[in-house]
């Protein structure tokens, strides 16, 4: 891909502690866009509860046809709102979140774990953490299937149905080990539960083994969900990269958050990587409302995101400058408590 | 449940380290009914990987109406063989594992996790661990529903179907309640996905809410499963009880037990609690052909699973005179790597 002179941003902020933080790695993006010669132009798209609430309308198609127009996305968060009894559990996330990465065959749901220098992990023997999860983000059991019969009754059935495509999981896997390949240690891990769920762990191991073949150079091991969560606790660095379905994903990279010393740093690009869509980078994080507005919110995760916007759009040295600099600012404050715009401030420095 | 003057035990060692952990259990059974004064007819299953390949029969009618006429089933581990790569993957823990689960509707997967004084957390600073997790065992993903359109095509489609019925939820939270409320902290947490796994979520929520006006001295709170793995890195003894499904349960557990320091202290009852079959206990590590045969497996999930036997028939006492001798062994041997038979040994004293 190569370099635009200027990148057509739309900005979503969303709820909670959305604002605060993507308005700090606007500040990045723009300095980092002056230091290497590019300018960028945002659009804030005003979404989510807050939107929701003042006017009923969570993601229209009109605005989705807008989006569609930008190079890429920058998200916050949504669902956080003072009002938010008010808000169903779940709509903002499944109708504004879940629906941009639907809509805009978001398949690669990108999910790098670093244990940063001067991070603190809660585990003793954290060891040497650089993963990346390439979770899929399209499809399995978040494709809103399945339904409710006899509602409300003691005879009440739910179901959930996972859907999984040939078409989706060779894609995923394919950029799985591209990307396991072009790393240091060329290692994929398919993360799966094939012992009871059959059917798609079957079409997942079949793509799996397929494309090994192409893949000599990458080394391959296949291990549990279940197993997954035991590995993260007590040897996290075996990971290289981990190819996983959607749902396996979203448990698996909020677990490596967490041991990675917090999903204060964990960013998450949804990327369509046939490039139709604009992708879309956000915090893995959510709104965090008991925390919004007071200017404590950590905005690194979104300055890890806008790297990742900046890496996906072409501008390499622009992305590992941003990089670079939020390494710098841990090492720098190990531990430290700091305000959501200070931390920025640091990291421009 | 008034206590019983004779045990008649199934005892299903299995594959791999099966045999020798569940030896191992017997021998403390035998003990404590020989201190305790009541006593234990076992009678020995030969089910599994070995059998499989030496009969060609997985789980019979013949042998699931044999297996019904117990008081209760002890269970090792199946799966691993020297042979193993002749047995089809999954094929023998879907085939004899999840099928005595399902044929003698183990509702109730019960699983507590505690830190034992001298086991050695993963965690710096892990707090006092003490929860048990209340995990559907008879529906959600692992109904064995769902199929394959086009198999082997660039055009297959893989479903998995979770199917969750009002009849399956509500025994299983009036369970989690009950259980809750007859421990000293009194709190039950609900963990799925409800933001994404709307009906099955919402089943979930409607009898966990509704049920908890009925305990009003349990103090009650809900987590994502995405959400749980964090708080199980970061403040796990936060928890008390947790009600959760048939997948997020077996993912949680596993978590929970490399928390609490490895799946070796980790013990299952497979509960049907109302009494029409009978129930199974069985450690939640698999047969671990790695190690088998070596008398190097710790047998203490096993043995704690027998305390757990006896307490569900009726056996309170032998069954807290095993789990005190597990402490004081524990406490006594900190980190220790000893012989199968050893450790037995050891509590036997
Ligand atoms: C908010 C929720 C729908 C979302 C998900 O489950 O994917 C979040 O947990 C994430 O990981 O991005
Ligand atoms: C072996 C497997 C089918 C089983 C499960 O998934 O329930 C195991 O992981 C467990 O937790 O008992």
Redesign the interface.
Known sequence: MTETRSINLAVIAGDGIGPEIVSQAERVLDRVAELDGFSIEKTPYSLGAAHWLETGETLSEETLAALAQHDAILFGAVGADPRSAEVP??LI??EVL?KLRFAFDHFINLRPSRLFPGAVS????PGDIDFVVVREGTEG??AGN???L?K????????????????GI?RLVRYAFELANSRQRKKLTLVH???????????YS?YFNEIAAEYPEVETDYCH???A??Y???DPSRFDVIVTDN?FG??????A???TG??GYAACGNINASREFPSMFEPVHGSAPDIAGQNVANPTATILAAAMLLRHLGREDSAARIERAVEKDLAAHPGATRSTDQVASDILE
């Open positions: 559990s779940g996330e499944r879940l809660p585990l003793s023997n059991p978040y399945g339904g409710v006899r409300g009754t003691p005879a009440e059935i739910a179901t959930e149905v996972s859907l999984n495509t040939a078409h060779e539960k094939t012992n009871v769920l059959v059917n798609a762990g079957q079409l079949r969900i279940d197993a969560t035991i993260l606790t007590t749902l979203d448990i698996l990279t909020d677990q958050g967490a041991v917090g999903i």
